[in-house]
């Protein structure tokens, strides 16, 4: 019977359509407005787009109120003037002024549950005329109305309102899909039979998981299971028996949304609402834009826990998203605080945007508190997706628990050792990855040999030695132009993120909000993600291109786009004037060098990189201070040189670690510079007698005796230093060193004070 109301009623509205919707009660002006307006339509209908456009610039024209428009667009459907709107041509620009226009009216009827409540209820219109405009609307609300949507669907009084909802559900397509799946958990049958048998009319893979649950369900009843069941069939065209259980779809389903898929992500969601069952009710939750495909991740990883607390899967991809969210809410917040000092931005914004950091901070916890082989399991995702804020970001959650233990031994190889991703991390190509972990396993001062030693102190060198390095990424699908850019960047002290397509591009964009440029090939710049309507200014595309992906963004927008093209590429004409600049698919370090300097050396770009490497040389320094060498199987007297470096050029935060780094490691070869930092009057008080004392350590341990020049050096400042803290230092170093029994007596003699 319900099939039957279904087909009856989409026929009937065909015929409706066509013939045009009686207006109800208008003014002389709003009625002349209509008739212009449908007369359009009908010029349109027929092919004449010039007609068409005139009657309907003469109706705009007249000035009709926002919810007159409203009114038109829901009588012909906002599907239909999508449709114009992406045809283009001269309607293109009548169409979008209807579809803004209607806009602002239906956003304001969202957050107003009253209104919402009035038209889902006007669906039960005796007429199919009045009942079409009211579906109209209801799409028009879009996912906000699903909550009373839903609510009908267990209607047991009323078959023709039930199954005008039904209908209705099913025109709005892939907006209704999660809301009928979230649907799937309520505790009335008829709801759960109504979802399931819409669903699968709508035909969309993200309700797989939640009807694969309820036939999988032993309590659930026979009706539901046969319903859930026919909707797996005609959406996977396979057997529901021989499809993947429950939990592993929620798995498949969580990784999608995880790496906004195009399959799950694709212009489904004009609104970021995530919806679930509380109680007998639908809830919706809005959250913002930028967190909406990690919210959605995280909703559908925890339905899998719930089926298994114990499935390994899940883990990985929940950890991920938690750990994603947390990071892209920090840049939010960024993003809010520089919009506030510029004065585009409001408080507000920023309170929004520290409320939601916090919120991520909470959710990061799922981390540490799903145990460390989870930790390891998800960082072993984040390296082979080549993440590296969120592989950076584990790392460091991860650090205070991992034990020696973990770390596979050197005779032995990785094999069976939960801590082997870790010893992965070291060989990154991204240096965050490789330093944090470097820093992490140098934390436990290992005594027994182990896979990787090697490499964890050439890291915390690199580390050491780091000055500031930008983060670029390149996309391009040819691998020789990537190769070249590569290359070139990478003299030019340049950290590259590589990408191979356009999908690929925006994904490693929004992974990496700390990226400090972005290079485009010209195929990837303009490829098309989404084939969605994009209510914006004309000339603009209908559908979103990766440039419009990376600008709508708040995590990429403000990253400068550099575009790579040949003169003959149309692209370069198309964006030439949107992006920072055009480089040649066929480059010279000279040119790159020239384009790029104008960005690297703003005050901006200079401060991010130098801040960040000099937080990273400090962590790093003072773990190899902290390290014994004589206790510890990682060879730190590798890091020497670039400890000794380290002295010259950097701040107290790097240089003082280091020297205390070098005064613990004890290497002859380091005395020279210690003295000679030492030495430099510029530098802190601080600074000076930390250098004093890593060369009086080093004199201690080695019982070494000092070059004339490192001698005079000190004898000088023990002389004339009129500090007596900085003078102390320097004589303290003399006493440890091993003097001859001429230096004693000369020092002796020197500070006298009496004679």
């Known amino acids: 019977m319900l099939s039957r109301w279904t087909r009856l009623l989409v026929s009937a509205l065909v015929a409706v359509v066509l013939a045009g919707i009686a207006p109800g009660v208008l003014s002389a002006d709003d009625e002349e407005i209509r008739k212009k307006f449908w007369e359009g339509i009908k010029a349109y209908d027929g092919g004449d787009l010039a007609a068409a456009r005139t009657n309907f610039e003469d109706a705009l024209g007249q000035g009709p109120s926002p919810d007159l428009v409203a009114a038109l667009r829901d009588e012909v459907g906002e599907k239909r003037l999508a449709e114009m709107y992406a045809k283009g041509g001269e309607v293109r620009d009548t169409a979008m002024k209807i579809l803004k226009m209607a806009k602002g009216v239906y956003d304001k009827i969202k957050h107003s549950p009253d209104e919402i409540d009035g038209v889902v209820s006007k669906l039960d219109a005796p007429g199919f005329d009045d009942w079409w405009v009211a579906s109209n609307k209801v799409i028009s609300i879009g996912q906000y109305a699903a909550p009373n949507l839903v609510a009908v669907l267990g209607n047991e009084q009323n078959d023709n309102w039930r199954a005008k909802a039904i209908v209705t559900l099913e025109k709005m397509g892939d907006q209704a899909v999660l809301p009928l799946a979230a649907a799937m958990a309520s505790p009335s049958p008829l709801v759960r039979k109504n979802a399931a048998m819409t669903l699968g009319s709508i035909g969309d893979v993200r309700a797989l998981p939640a009807l694969r649950r309820a036939v999988e369900d032993p309590a659930e009843t026979g009706e539901v299971k046969s319903s859930a069941a026919e909707a797996i069939a005609r959406i996977s065209k396979c057997n529901p028996n021989c499809c993947p259980c429950s939990k592993e779809l929620y798995v498949e389903l969580a990784d999608k949304f995880y790496h906004g898929d195009a399959s799950v992500m694709g212009g489904a969601y004009p609104d970021p609402l995530v919806f679930s069952m509380e109680g007998d009710k639908l809830a919706v939750a809005e959250v913002p834009g930028w967190a909406l495909n990690e919210s959605l991740a995280i909703q559908a990883g925890h339905a899998a826990l719930a089926l298994d607390q114990h499935y390994y899967r899940a883990y990985p991809v929940l950890i991920s998203a938690y750990y994603q969210l947390s990071i892209e809410a920090k840049t939010a917040l960024d993003v809010a605080e520089k919009a506030l000092a510029a004065n585009e931005g409001s408080q507000e914004d920023v309170d929004k945007a520290k409320a939601a950091l916090g919120e991520a901070e909470k959710g990061k916890l799922f981390g540490p508190m799903s145990g460390k082989a989870n930790m390891y399991a998800a960082l072993a995702k984040a390296l082979q997706e080549k993440n590296g804020a969120v592989g950076e970001a584990i790392i460091n959650d991860l650090a205070p628990y991992v034990s020696e233990d973990d770390l596979p031994q050197a005779q032995c190889g990785p094999q069976a050792c939960i801590g082997t991703p870790l010893i992965q991390a070291l060989i990154d190509d991204d240096t965050r990855v490789r330093y944090a972990a470097a820093i992490a396993i140098a934390a436990l001062n290992p005594t027994s040999e182990f896979l990787g030693a090697g490499q964890v102190a050439r890291n915390l060198a690199d580390a050491v030695s780091q000055q500031g390095v930008w983060l670029v990424l390149v996309a391009d699908q040819d691998p020789e132009v990537r190769n070249r850019m590569r290359a070139i960047l990478s003299r030019l002290n340049c950290h590259v993120i590589d990408a191979d397509g356009p999908m690929d591009a925006l994904k490693r964009a929004k992974a990496f909000p700390s990226a400090d440029l972005i290079v485009l090939g010209a195929k990837s710049i303009s490829h098309i993600v989404f084939g969605v309507p994009k209510y914006s200014e004309p000339g603009t595309n209908y559908t979103e291109s990766v440039y419009d992906g990376l600008k709508a963004d708040l995590r990429t927008k403000s990253i400068p786009i550099f575009l790579l093209a040949d003169d ?150 023990v002389m004339t230093e009129t500090d007596v803290e900085i003078a102390r230092a320097a004589a303290a170093a003399l006493g440890w060193s091993d003097l001859s029994d001429e230096q004693r007596r000369e020092l002796f003699e020197a500070r006298r004070l009496v004679r």
């Open 568 to 717: 003959a590429d149309p692209e370069k004409i198309a964006f030439q004037d949107k992006v920072q600049g055009v480089l040649s698919r066929t480059p010279d370090e000279a040119g790159v060098k020239a384009a790029l300097v104008a960005v690297f050396e703003t005050e901006e770009m200079r401060k991010s990189a130098k801040s960040r490497a000099e937080a990273t040389a400090q962590r790093s320094a003072e773990m190899l201070a902290k390290l014994n060498p004589c206790g510890t199987t990682i060879p730190v007297c590798t890091a020497v040189p670039s400890l000794c470096e380290a002295l010259t050029g950097r701040t107290d935060m790097v240089g003082i670690p280091s020297a205390n780094a070098l005064g613990r490691i004890g290497d002859p070869c380091s005395i020279g510079a210690l003295v000679r930092a030492y030495s430099d009057r510029d530098r802190s008080k601080e600074f000076r007698i930390a250098c004093a004392m890593g060369a009086g350590k080093v004199f201690k341990s080695t019982h070494e005796a000092p070059s004339s020049e490192v001698y005079l050096a000190l004898k000088a400042a």
